[in-house]
């Protein structure tokens, strides 16, 4: 009995340690290697004294090849459009690349997302449910729980470590928005941006969204300026395109025989929607009849092309219960629009539809390169958008996005002071709900309801000329973006490892889509469970059938366990237009009970549908433990805002120790940028402090009423928090100070939010990207002296002691 005990005993110990060290959990307890039984285990050549009697064995220090005839795979993936956006699917929107590769390929009408961008980028990532990759939501969002912790685990090696390992080169240009928030910095951790996770070359922005005509550009391992300024012609779409046509022709040049794999993400089409004005101009009067008619024109349009059944309706707007529903969700009808609103609305989505074919023909220009250079023919070529239209423009657009982010509502007569100049540099703009719900037709909803298909059922067309024998077929059966990565792998003959790096790998949640290239139209799907969740939204898809909770993202509203469930037939209601949880509850349990089964499994619980106000202004742990005084030294890059000083909701102050020479000017302190930010500069001799609160002009300006003289001073500025605002803001007074010495003061407000979620991060002796103040033009440099260093402190401590500090580390130096 002591011995079965005994036996018992220690096989369970061996299964717990043999789970443990899959999980890297107990590589202490683990014997180093000897590097003699390593080499004796690998090498098969012959080791003498002298290398002329020894024989030398290359094989365990050759790389993989890929397979012979192996392909090229180029993944295209937009951002925040509807899936009655674009021509091919039947939208008003002209995509004549995207038409061409539908021509060439197929186009799938069940493809669905996780509803927002970090997450479903994980799952194409990776292959994995976004909360096994810790991405619960945008990693913006993250939170201390096993799903929301915005760090794909190594449990989940990407798509690019295991191609690479395999022999293909792999390269990541534009977005990315898988970067921890506090890693987005220049002494930060690289463990998860791009050249860690499994690629060889990176161009892009890794935040969110950025400034098309000033982007947040980092290249590899780190933060560049952009090549050159929009008066010159500069876009980040042209940019992207540029730098993915080098990277293939820097390969070709030296690995000709070498399959790669690209994964190209324009900031297309997230706000801010920036183009050229030819572009826009082509849809002048497009969108004039309005948002409901759209969706009433471009229906018929996507039945005739197949992309939905013949008696599909659409799903009426503002449907979900005024207690349950987001303010910020709200569609205004079109028809009770004043002619000024109309006039805006439609411009807005002349420049999203000029924002999207403009980059789609920047697209083009790396398909033509390809075909030009014999590439295309074994390139598979995916052509996808991450999440339905996009509802942050609130029922009013915008010119400026950020008041979304900031929970800050817009004034039509501020955005009606921009109306020409929409699309360009002086405004970062968004679209209003209605047209998020135009773009989504027929379903309802849009980007960030995972409940529903408006914001997860998404374009996606596939391309490969040598291995797809269809052109120009619709493929009806239901998939989702961890469904990439497996088909992806299929076709190049890789496996996902079961252990990477010495790590037991998480089963890949996903299924291969390859054997839909040679179906029927209407072949049964090979995948059978997908559930949905989505700050605070969720729903569950199983073999045909989908139930949904009624809740609505970001209100804060909580009592999950007092959703009510709707059930529906998404085989033959495509729509979401007929409920029929009355009818069938036992199906609707069977479904409901499927749900948290899945989330158990997936790590999804808890569930947050906070306001985005709550949720981004939430304070992350970092590598820096937390304290209340910054110092920052020119010569050094922006600092990113996500680890920058944090002045929202608080008084605070900012001193800079500056040496003054004759005729200095230029800008001491800056944060931001025109759409939001702060700036402490010298102006014909004059000390100058603006609050930019969310571009809304004027700017809150302090000047010193006396000139600067040559010599050492302290040069500062102080915010006394006194209130807060209606909408979040904080009300109080500024002090401009001069050497301790007060030179200005008035009242004053701050923004409750972030400046900005495109970088334009703190800066010292200059001004990056988009500059803060139109008092000057970027970059500003600092000239006529020297900046000896810049302090922001946000404790209680009073501005006349920090002057004093300053003023004795001057005599210091």
């Known amino acids: ?21 899959s999980f890297g959990l107990v590589s202490k307890l683990v014997a180093q290697a000897d590097p003699r039984e390593v080499r004796k285990e690998n090498f098969k050549g012959v080791i003498e004294l ?28 937009y951002d925040d459009t509807g899936q009655a956006a674009w021509s091919p699917y039947g939208g008003g929107i002209n995509m004549p690349t995207l038409q061409k590769l539908a021509d060439n390929g197929l186009i799938y009408t069940q493809w669905h997302t996780t509803a927002l961008c970090s997450p479903t980028r994980s799952t194409l990532l990776t292959g994995r449910n976004h909360h096994l990759n810790g991405m619960s939501s945008i990693t913006e969002t993250a939170d201390g729980y096993p799903g929301a912790n915005a760090r794909i685990p190594k449990q989940c090696a990407t798509i690019g470590q295991v191609l690479q390992e395999a022999g293909w080169s792999t390269f990541w240009i534009g977005k990315n928005h898988n970067v921890p928030e506090q890693d987005v910095a220049s002494g930060g951790s690289r463990s998860q941006w791009p050249t860690q996770m499994g690629f060889d ?26 090549p050159y300024g929009p008066e010159e012609g500069y876009h980040l779409s042209k940019d992207l395109a540029d730098k993915a046509i080098e990277y293939i022709k820097d390969q070709k040049a030296t690995n000709p025989s ?63 219960p005024p207690n349950l529903a987001n303010p910020a969700d709200y569609v205004k009808p079109w028809n009770k629009l004043s002619a000024d609103e109309k006039k805006l609305f439609s ?32 390139t598979v070529v995916i052509y996808a958008a991450d999440n339905g239209a996009s509802g942050e423009g609130s029922p009013s657009g915008s010119v400026n996005e950020n008041k979304f982010f900031n929970g800050y509502p817009d004034e039509l007569s501020e955005n009606l002071k921009y109306v020409d100049k929409l699309g360009g540099p002086d405004t970062y703009e968004h679209y209003p709900t209605g047209w998020a719900a135009g773009f989504s037709a027929p379903y309802k909803m849009f980007k960030r309801y995972s409940n529903y298909s408006g914001g997860t059922c998404d374009a996606l067309i596939i391309s490969w000329l040598k ?11 239901y998939h989702h973006s961890t469904d990439i990565v497996p088909t992806i792998l299929d076709i190049c003959g890789v496996e996902m490892p079961k252990t990477f790096n010495g790590v037991g790998q998480y089963p890949i949640s996903g299924v291969s889509m390859r054997y839909s290239f040679d179906a029927k139209p209407d072949t049964p799907t090979q995948k059978h469970i997908q559930y949905y969740t989505m700050l605070g939204t969720r729903a569950i898809w199983k073999d045909g059938w989908k139930a949904v909770a009624v809740h609505a993202p970001l209100t804060g509203t909580g009592k999950f366990d007092k959703d009510v469930w709707e059930l529906y037939n998404v085989d033959v209601d495509r729509a979401e237009a007929n409920n029929l949880a009355k009818k069938n509850p036992e199906k609707l349990k069977e479904l409901i009970d499927t749900w948290f089964d899945e989330a158990d499994k997936n790590l999804v619980l808890p569930l947050d549908d906070r306001s985005a106000v709550e949720i981004l202004g939430t304070e992350r742990p970092s590598q820096e433990k937390p304290k209340t005084r910054y110092v920052y030294y020119p010569g050094t890059s922006a600092v990113p805002e996500g680890v920058a000083v944090n002045v929202r909701g608080r008084s605070y102050k900012i001193i800079g120790d500056v040496d003054i020479k004759s005729g200095a000017s230029g800008v001491i302190f800056a944060h931001g940028s025109r759409f939001g930010g702060h700036s402490l500069f010298i102006k014909d001799n004059k000390l100058y402090y603006v609050y930019n609160f969310l571009g ?34 904080q009300i109080g007074t500024g002090h401009l100070y001069i050497d301790g010495k007060e030179v200005a003061k008035g009242p004053m407000k701050t923004q409750p939010g972030k400046f900005t979620l495109s970088g334009d991060g703190l800066c010292v002796g200059f001004d990056s990207g988009d500059a803060v103040s139109n008092q000057y033009k970027t970059p500003g440099t600092f000239k006529g002296g020297e900046i000896l260093g810049v302090g922001v402190d946000i404790s209680e ?17």
């Open 696 to 729: 809304i002009q004027p700017e809150q300006t302090f000047v010193s009423s006396s000139t600067l003289t040559p010599g050492k001073h302290a040069l500062g500025f102080e915010f006394v928090r006194e209130s807060t605002g209606k909408n979040g803001e």
């Open 201 to 226: 070359r990176f161009y892009g922005f890794l935040g969110g969204e950025t400034n098309q005509w000033y982007p947040d550009l980092a290249e590899d391992n780190h933060f560049i300026e952009q």
């Open 467 to 477: 291995g797809i024998k269809s052109r120009g077929e619709v493929r009806n059966q």
């Open 258 to 320: 070498k399959p790669w794999y690209m994964w190209y993400c324009p900031g297309a089409n997230h706000a801010p929607h920036h183009a050229p004005e030819e572009y826009i101009a082509k849809y002048k009067g497009k969108f004039d009849s309005g948002y409901e008619a759209y969706r009433e024109w471009v229906l018929p349009r996507m039945i005739a092309k197949g992309i939905l059944p013949k008696d599909t309706k659409n799903t009426p707007l503002n449907f979900l």
């Open 50 to 77: 002298d290398v002329r009697n020894s024989k030398a064995d290359w094989k365990p220090y050759t790389l993989k090849s890929a397979p012979e005839g192996a392909p090229n795979v180029l993944f295209i993936l």
């Open 1 to 21: 009995m002591k011995n079965n005990n005994t036996k018992s005993i220690c096989k369970n110990f061996f299964s717990i340690l043999s789970l443990l060290l």
């Open 347 to 378: 411009k807005l989505a002349e420049v999203y539809a000029g924002f999207s074919e403009y980059t789609d023909a920047q697209v083009g220009r790396v398909i033509e390169y390809l075909e030009k250079t014999g590439q295309l023919e074994n």
């Open 797 to 813: 401590k009073s501005f006349e002691n920090l002057n004093n500090e300053a003023i004795r580390a001057m005599k210091r130096d």
